[in-house]
């Protein structure tokens, strides 16, 4: 067994802080690195700023054990994972800039037989991509991809699968998959993520590794976007799309997902675009599928403005995170739904979010939205959205009184 006497895990976001604190808890020396200071010091203090089940209490205890400390710049290591941001730009084309600069931060820390690992979700062919940077930037070490024989730095993208909620439960025991840009590459990978998985690795090569990830999260996306298309459909001609949906999905061979008000999060809505935008001609049913999830939300003010008493009615909207029991707000439908609508109202939004204390600037500026508690935002509308199916929201089945408009844009409330 390959010794990793210490991992510097760069990014300690919704990835990098759990990957970093469950090595830890196995025993292995980790620096955490991160480039903003309060993150930093919120994470020394045993305190993680994302909700996520099980993550204070394993963080709590890596701290405890000083096996996990954080800091803003990368020190020497045997591996390194890089677990930041990789988002598109306003055209969807993949931004790497934190990827980059993340290579760049660890390059005069690199040493002969290191591991790199790419977590951060990538298009294909980067990998090689960030091995040809180092190599520019180390000139004295021999990188994979030129002379793999002699190869000193191992790489490889091993991709993060988990789903925010269930990071700590799916992270130990999900199946990875391993693209290590050399055999040697991804044989030392495997090594280091069985001292914190039980799940199977899957060795293949960088490339095959980066498309895997991307199809997994364009085949969820195709997938939401015809449930969604169905939604569509059944509101024209009143049909009932959830009993549609439950009974379809009787069949042994079909498993329709749930339509929604859209696609949220900092994954599916951006990945696909890595797959789509790298060879446009060949990828219509993908953008498609975006497009349909995109307009989701304009389409949910449609249908909430059909069903308003009067435009100045007032509106109870439940819930802002993108989806259900997490605290991200990033590219959330919801929050996309009151937007629109503020615009076309002329009476209040009432707000309720389990999981924030204040409205995101896109909302804080009009005065007609308020952030209140459920009771109070159910009391003072007449008409209820429920936008995000947090549990709380799900429990209200039976709450909402007989007097009010419910519109369920999840379908939690049916039957
Ligand atoms: N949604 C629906 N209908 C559904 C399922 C989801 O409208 O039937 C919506 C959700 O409300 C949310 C969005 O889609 O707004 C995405 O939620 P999600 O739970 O499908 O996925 P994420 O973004 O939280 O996590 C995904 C996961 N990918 C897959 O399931 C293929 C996770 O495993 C990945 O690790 C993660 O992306 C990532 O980081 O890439």
């Known amino acids: 067994m390959a010794n990793f006497s210490r991992i510097c895990v760069i990014g300690l976001g919704y990835i990098g802080l759990p990957t970093a604190v469950l090595f830890a808890n196995q025993g292995v020396e980790v620096v955490g690195v991160d480039v903003n200071q309060e993150i930093v010091t919120a994470v020394n203090s045993g305190k993680a700023p994302n909700v996520e089940p099980q993550l204070d209490i394993l963080l709590k205890s890596a701290i405890e054990s000083k096996k996990l400390r954080a800091t803003i710049r990368p ?5 390194f994972i890089l677990a930041v941001p990789t988002p598109c730009d306003e055209k969807n084309f993949p931004d790497l800039t934190f990827l980059r600069e993340a290579a760049d931060s660890i390059a005069p820390f690199l040493n002969p037989s290191n591991l790199i690992v790419i977590e951060s979700t990538i298009p294909i062919g980067t990998t090689e991509a960030i091995a040809n940077r180092l190599a520019i930037t180390r000139p004295d070490l021999i990188f994979p991809g ?20 269930k990071i700590i439960q799916e992270f130990t025991s999900n199946d990875r998959v391993i693209g290590g840009m050399t055999p040697a590459c991804s044989n030392l990978t495997a090594k280091l993520y069985r001292l914190a998985t039980v799940g199977n690795l899957h060795q293949t090569n960088a490339r095959t590794a980066e498309m895997v990830k991307l199809s997994e ?3 969820r996306d195709i997938n939401i976007a015809f449930a969604n298309e169905l939604s569509l459909v059944a509101s024209k001609l009143n049909v009932d799309v959830w009993e549609v949906i439950k009974l379809a999905n009787q069949h042994p061979r079909v498993n329709i997902l749930s339509p929604g008000p859209g696609v949220g999060g900092h994954c599916i809505p951006v990945d696909p675009w890595f797959i789509a935008n790298s060879a446009p001609n060949e990828t219509p049913l993908i953008q498609t599928a975006r497009n349909i999830n995109d307009n989701m939300p304009e389409k949910i003010v449609n249908r909430i403005i059909d069903m308003l008493p009067s435009l100045d009615s007032n509106i109870c909207c439940l819930g802002l995170t993108y989806k259900g029991n997490v605290n991200d707000l990033r590219g959330s439908p919801a929050v996309r739904v009151i937007q629109l609508l503020i615009n076309q109202v002329k009476g209040n939004i009432y707000v309720s979010e389990p999981y924030i204390n204040t409205l995101p600037p896109t909302l804080s500026n009009e005065k007609r939205i308020s952030l209140v508690n459920t ?3 159910i009391d003072h509308s007449a008409v209820v959205v429920l936008l995000t199916d947090h549990q709380e929201f799900i429990d209200l089945r039976h709450q909402i009184p007989e007097t009010k408009i419910r519109i369920d844009t999840r379908g939690v409330w049916a039957g």
């Open 75 to 79: 020190e020497q290591a045997s591996a």
């Open 375 to 377: 009771k109070a935002a």
């Open 217 to 219: 999260n364009a085949y």
């Open 146 to 165: 030129r002379s793999n024989n002699m190869a000193q730095v191992n790489i490889a993208h091993s991709p993060e699968r988990v789903l925010p909620g």
